[in-house]
């Protein structure tokens, strides 16, 4: 059964650092990893999908890289802004191409000016 | 594009009384999906539809959950009796996904259940 391990579940940084969020999978026969940023009282909002034959994809201050034969993934804020503050979850099929999503219980990060 | 629309955004009702959660998925979307999230067991799919046939329903928790998709742009949740432990945020999600090949899925804001 696939499961999905982000840790810490709580950052607080500084504004300005760069950080990187971890999330880990234990079946790494996976077709793709999704990013996805969650804020209060809202719904989860996709950042950045990675296919399995991808290391890694970037959308502006986000890089979100996938090691699946460690079965990790990281995701790299550069500069981070008080605006990054949300909870940010990752998410696996539980097992090659099912559109199924399984999600770990997030990272909640906290961006301080 | 309007999103994915869910209503009501919230809910609170006596336990036992039938609850019933909807959702517009965005217009050309033919993936659809409903999860619940608590801080106890985090976001879990309860069921998916594809091209508005149920596809997978396995993270239904009994009985007391029933959902349909009549047609494409349309779907809901039920809850028949309703109990407290249902209480929890449900979300529904659409996505552009063929079967087998992901696409991002896009969410709706929710709806917060509270069961009394």
């Given at each position: 059964k696939q499961e999905v391990t982000q840790i810490p579940a709580a950052l607080s940084v500084p504004e300005g650092e760069n950080l990187v969020l971890n999330c880990s999978f234990?079946?790494?026969?996976?077709?793709n990893l999704q990013w996805f940023r969650q804020d209060p009282g809202k719904g989860l909002t996709s950042l950045l999908l990675i296919q399995s034959s991808q290391r890694e994809q970037t959308s502006g201050r986000l890089n979100a890289s996938l090691d699946k034969s460690s079965g990790r993934s990281t995701l790299y804020i550069a500069?981070?802004?008080?605006?990054?503050s949300a909870t940010y979850l990752c998410a696996v099929p539980?097992?090659?191409?099912?559109e199924k999503l399984v999600f770990g219980k997030g990272t909640k990060l906290t961006v301080n000016p | 594009d309007a999103g994915v629309i869910q209503s009501p955004r919230h809910e609170v009702t006596e336990m036992g009384q039938e609850v019933t959660l909807r959702c517009k998925p965005i217009s050309g979307h033919n993936s659809l999906f409903w999860y619940r999230q608590t801080m106890m067991r985090g976001l879990e799919l309860l069921i998916y539809f594809n091209n508005n046939v149920p596809?997978?329903?396995?993270?239904?928790?009994?009985?007391r959950f029933s959902a349909k998709m009549p047609n494409a742009s349309f779907s809901t949740l039920k809850i028949?009796?309703?109990?407290?432990?249902?209480s929890a945020v449900y979300f529904c999600a659409s996505s552009p996904?063929?079967?087998?090949v992901n696409q991002p899925q896009h969410f709706g804001d929710g709806t917060r259940l509270s069961i009394l």
């Open positions: 234990t079946d790494s026969a996976i077709y500069a981070s802004q008080p605006g990054d539980p097992q090659g191409g099912s | 596809i997978d329903d396995s993270g239904m928790p009994e009985d028949q009796p309703s109990e407290p432990r249902d996904t063929e079967r087998g």
